[in-house]
């Protein structure tokens, strides 16, 4: 008589464990589980890398700075200086004549207002875009890169 376990097939979401008990020795029974595992095509060639606690640590802290962002002055900036086109555009389609008050603030004073703001809007810009190319170049200074093990 053969004593080996064979489950019953009445799960519906997963398959069934391979189960069997070996019946050498009753006193001690094994018992093993056997699942396939499917894994991802880019899990298929991987390997791991080990990676120190201080590292990661270093690299969280940066994160964690990173996203302490302050007041977007870039985008007010940008605000402004798209309004004060939008000014001087609606002037020209007004049809306003330059030589009052209305025309003196609409095309000049618009047109002076709205390249100021948008120099500095390109230049706190680019700062904020170094930044995060230095934040790139911190986090790449700690993390193992694999094509070069």
Same mark, same amino acid.
């Given at each position: 008589?053969?004593? $080996?376990?064979?489950?019953?097939? $009445?799960?519906? =979401?997963?398959? +069934?464990?391979?189960?069997?008990?070996?019946?050498? =020795?009753?006193?001690?029974?094994? $018992?093993?589980?056997? @699942?396939?595992?499917?894994?991802?095509?880019? @899990?298929?060639?991987?390997?791991? +890398?080990?990676?120190?606690?201080?590292?990661?640590? !270093?690299?969280?802290? @940066?994160?964690?700075?990173?996203?302490?962002?302050?007041?977007?002055?870039?985008?007010?900036?940008?605000?402004?200086?798209?309004?004060?086109?939008?000014?001087?555009?609606?002037?020209?389609?007004? =049809?306003?004549?330059? =030589? /009052?008050? !209305?025309?003196?603030?609409?095309?000049?004073? /618009?047109?002076?207002?709205? /390249?100021? $703001?948008?120099?500095?809007?390109?230049?706190?810009?680019?700062?904020?875009? /170094?930044?995060?190319?230095?934040?790139?170049? !911190?986090? !790449?200074? @700690?993390?193992?890169?694999?094509?070069?093990?």
């Amino acid at each position: 008589m053969d004593n $080996t376990f064979e489950p019953i097939d $009445t799960t519906t =979401n997963c398959t +069934v464990a391979d189960v069997s008990i070996n019946d050498t =020795n009753i006193g001690s029974a094994t $018992t093993t589980l056997t @699942y396939p595992i499917r894994q991802p095509e880019e @899990y298929v060639n991987d390997f791991m +890398v080990s990676l120190r606690a201080s590292e990661i640590r !270093k690299v969280r802290k @940066y994160c964690e700075d990173a996203k302490k962002s302050e007041f977007p002055w870039s985008e007010i900036l940008l605000a402004i200086s798209t309004t004060c086109i939008g000014c001087f555009l609606g002037a020209l389609t007004s =049809n306003v004549e330059l =030589n /009052s008050l !209305k025309g003196i603030i609409m095309y000049v004073v /618009s047109l002076v207002i709205a /390249s100021g $703001t948008f120099v500095a809007y390109l230049f706190i810009r680019r700062g904020s875009i /170094s930044d995060v190319n230095d934040l790139a170049d !911190k986090v !790449k200074e @700690y993390i193992v890169d694999p094509d070069n093990i």
